[in-house]
Each structure stands twice: as C-alpha cells, then as structure tokens.
C-alpha cells in the first residue's frame, strides 16, 4: 500500500498565497503521475494539477498563471504553490498518486486524507 499525507492547509486572505506538499510513503514501487484536486461544499471532486514523472504538467483553466506543481522524485514528495488566492479556491485539497507497488503489474490511485484551504474575502 501507499500512504500520502498532506500538509500546509490552512485560513489565508484573498490574494494570498499557500504551499501544499504532500509526501508519499508505504510500499512503492514506482510512481507514475502525482496532482492535486479539490473538492468544495456541495460540488465534485475535480482536477487543479497534475506533474507526470517526467515533468509534464496539466492544470485546470482556473488556477492557470495562479498555481504552480512540482515534484522532488527521490523524496516522493509534491508541491502546489497556491499564489493570488480567491475564495472559490476555498476546498478541501487531496493528493493523488498513480503507483504501483514493488513487483507489482498493477497501477492503482491512491488518495491522501485532504487538507482544508479556506480563502477569506
């Protein structure tokens, strides 16, 4: 298995900023994506950024120009710097990961427990 654990959620003023790192841990193999997604009150889970190991990035429209990923691969760790906050960006934040155990065929996603990032107005 493969545990991810958040940190660096917390309250911040509109335009603002945040860093989130999530650090990976358990039986890995090899990893293959990490992002971030978020979900607000009352709406889906959706896609803010994802890193491929190579370094390809993706980000959703809304954070473009505001939030930048990045990835440490010798400390399976990922980052999000959350720049220009608003509040629509208020959500509980998840790390993600595309990973396979040692020996293993089979590439699963594994999620993190979330961490809260509130945007004052």
């Known amino acids: 298995q493969v545990q991810l654990v958040e940190s660096g959620g917390g309250l911040v003023q509109a335009g603002g900023s945040l860093r989130l790192s999530c650090a990976a841990s358990?039986?890995?193999?090899?990893?293959?994506?990490m992002g971030w997604y978020r979900q607000a009150p009352g709406k889906q889970r959706e896609l803010v950024a994802v890193?491929?190991?190579?370094?390809?990035?993706n980000y959703a429209d809304s954070v473009k120009g505001r939030f930048t990923i990045s990835r440490d691969n010798a400390k399976n760790m990922v980052y999000l710097q959350m720049n220009s906050l608003q509040p629509e960006d208020t959500a509980v934040y998840y790390c993600?990961?595309?990973?396979?155990?040692?020996?293993?065929?089979?590439?699963?996603?594994?999620w993190g427990q979330g961490t809260q990032v509130t945007v004052s107005s």
């Open positions: 993600n990961t595309n990973a396979r155990t040692p020996g293993g065929y089979l590439w699963r996603d594994y």
């Open positions: 358990g039986s890995i193999g090899r990893i293959n994506t």
């Open positions: 890193i491929t190991n190579g370094g390809p990035t």
